[in-house]
């Protein structure tokens, strides 16, 4: 027998059992999850909260700083407030003023009843003409249209030391939410718009954490609500989170530029997906994620077809 023929029949041989084995790997791959590995960022729902005021000025006083706590309403900024606070000095003076010009008239409307109910039992009897009680009850009426005027005219003060208020309430900045400022922007002295909107500071609202990782458009139909995620932070893959896909958006989109990295590419057609982490997540001692921190995510998505 020639070797040529030696070699030909030696790799036939084992070659025959090579195909069986195949064949159970790839059906037992099969059984396997499969992953979806994407990237994603750390983030609250809704995301961070840009702060801004509500008229255009000077920053008069900053009153919080990076890392700070705030509750909802505290107050993180004044804005230079001192033309309304003068208008609502002369609003008040105003609304003042209409008050005690009401007094007079009432007074002089409770003489003319009273002349009135007089002259009434004098005309009844005869002892009083009758043109005398008619002065009076036209004195009357008409002291019934001032007070009427009157108090219109304290109405009309009232609306306009509450707009004056307003207006110098709208010269603070408030916090919307209870949450952390991550970013002050606001320094006093800066000039601050309305117009083309200035930012003062960056707010994560108190919020649970969350992660919100971009599928690209191949792999989104392996992902749905519910299912199983290991979420590994960028700079220390020893840890380790659990999680759960909370949320599968509904439309593809270009891949969005955030507020923490605005390089990313966004020619790339990518679905949202929203992870929540499951309870108990940061209470194994591993250290704290950050909002904006890079992770990785992996999906598993069930067995593949």
């Not at 003068?86 to 003023?97: F, I, W």
């Not at 008409?142 to 309430?169: G, W």
């Not at 971009?214 to 960028?234: C, D, H, N, Y």
């Not at 909370?246 to 990295?261: E, I, L, N, S």
Request: proline residues 5%; glycine residues 6%; hydrophobic residues 50%.
């Amino acid at each position: 027998m020639s070797p040529l023929v030696r070699c030909l029949l030696l790799l036939l041989a084992v070659a025959v059992p090579i195909a069986p084995i195949t064949q159970a790997a790839a059906q037992e791959a099969s059984r396997l999850p499969a992953v979806v590995v994407a990237r994603g960022l750390v983030d609250v729902d809704g995301g961070l909260i840009q702060i801004a005021a509500s008229r255009d000025g000077v920053v008069r006083e900053v009153l919080t700083e990076e890392g700070q706590s705030v509750k909802r309403d505290a107050v993180l900024a004044r804005i230079d407030d001192r033309i309304p606070k003068v208008q609502a000095s002369v609003a008040a003076a105003e609304l003042a003023q209409a008050r005690a010009a009401l007094k007079p008239v009432e007074l002089k409307h409770a003489a003319a009843a009273r002349e009135v109910r007089r002259l009434e039992a004098l005309v009844a009897s005869k002892a009083a003409a009758a043109k005398l009680l008619d002065t009076e009850r036209d004195l009357m009426a008409t002291t019934d249209a001032e007070i009427a005027h009157q108090r219109a005219a304290i109405a009309l003060a009232e609306a306009r030391l509450a707009a004056a208020e307003l207006e110098v309430e709208q010269r603070v900045v408030r916090a919307p939410l209870d949450g952390v400022i991550v970013r002050r922007l606001a320094r006093p002295g800066d000039g601050i718009s309305t117009l083309n909107v200035t930012t003062l500071f960056w707010m994560a609202p108190a919020l649970p954490l969350l992660v919100r990782a971009e599928i690209e458009e191949q792999s989104a139909s392996l992902v749905k609500e519910g299912q199983r995620v290991e979420i590994t932070p960028e700079p220390d893959e020893r840890q380790r989170f659990q999680g759960k896909v909370q949320r599968v958006g509904r439309a593809f989109a270009p891949r969005r530029t955030t507020v923490y990295d605005t390089r990313e590419r966004t020619d790339v057609r990518v679905i949202e997906v929203v992870i929540a982490f499951e309870p108990g997540s940061f209470e194994t001692g591993s250290a704290p994620l950050l909002l904006g921190q890079r992770v990785i995510v992996r999906i598993e998505s069930g067995g593949r077809s």
